[in-house]
């Protein structure tokens, strides 16, 4: 079954860095996301992308976070400054049409990241 | 809003014993519903989905009927095995482009 790929697995940076995590959605789907879910926590939507633009973003996707799709495969979530509140568990995810329309959405495994 | 409201956890069972997570909504018009389950040290999987009102979803012997009288979406499965505990996650499309989720439901079972 197709799958949705991030890497790296697990970060550690230092509080002010910048960071990249990294997704391969799937292959023919045209709608993608990222998630957060910090510890112990509810799992949290930050932004929706499709048609190389953003469709969607919370309040919690302020300026330190974009996204790109540099390539056509890669789907990348950057934080420009990371803060010690930061750290958690991201999630990538893709889907082939809007939510809306009840179609399931795929979910990486995650890149946890750890702000110290 | 739309939201979705599920049962605070832990839930702790033992082995065989039967299983309710409930889950409640709030939306405009009748919207998909999903379940969603995080095994440990794993990320989202969707368990199972209805997409209308009294569909049932079913999935590795869980299910959940869309009942839009109670605007209701419980997991039920009939007997759970030690390999069921994970937490999980009900769901729901808000506006076009995504999908939001409960605080999610930890669920333990002995052996």
């Known amino acids: 079954e197709p799958e949705v790929t991030q890497t790296p697995s697990h970060q550690v940076t230092q509080m002010g860095q910048e960071v990249i995590l990294r997704c391969v959605p799937i292959?023919?789907?045209?709608?993608f996301y990222w998630y957060r879910q910090i510890l112990g926590q509810k799992v949290e939507f930050l932004v929706s992308f499709y048609n190389n633009e953003i469709s969607e973003k919370s309040e919690i996707f302020d300026d330190q976070f974009s996204v790109e799709r540099p390539d056509g495969s890669n789907f990348t979530l950057k934080i420009r400054s990371t803060k010690l509140e930061d750290s958690a568990m991201y999630f990538c995810?893709?889907?082939?049409?809007?939510?809306?329309?009840?179609?399931?959405?795929?979910f990486g495994e995650g890149s946890w990241l750890t702000v110290v | 809003g739309d939201s979705v409201t599920q049962m605070e956890g832990p839930v702790t069972l033992s082995e065989e014993a039967f299983l309710t997570i409930n889950c409640t909504y709030t939306a405009t018009g009748y919207p998909s519903l999903f379940w969603y389950v995080q095994y440990p040290g794993e990320g989202l999987q969707l368990l199972l989905k209805a997409t209308k009102a009294d569909d049932k979803g079913s999935n590795k012997g869980f299910e959940a009927t869309y009942r839009k009288e109670t605007t209701s979406f419980h997991l039920e499965k009939g007997s759970v095995q030690v390999s069921d505990s994970a937490v999980y996650f009900c769901?729901?499309?808000?506006?076009?482009?995504?999908?939001?989720f409960g605080k999610g439901t930890r669920l333990h079972i002995l052996p």
């Open positions: 292959s023919n789907h045209l709608y």
């Open positions: 769901a729901l499309p808000q506006g076009d482009d995504k999908i939001i």
């Open positions: 995810a893709s889907s082939g049409e809007q939510a809306i329309s009840g179609n399931t959405i795929y």
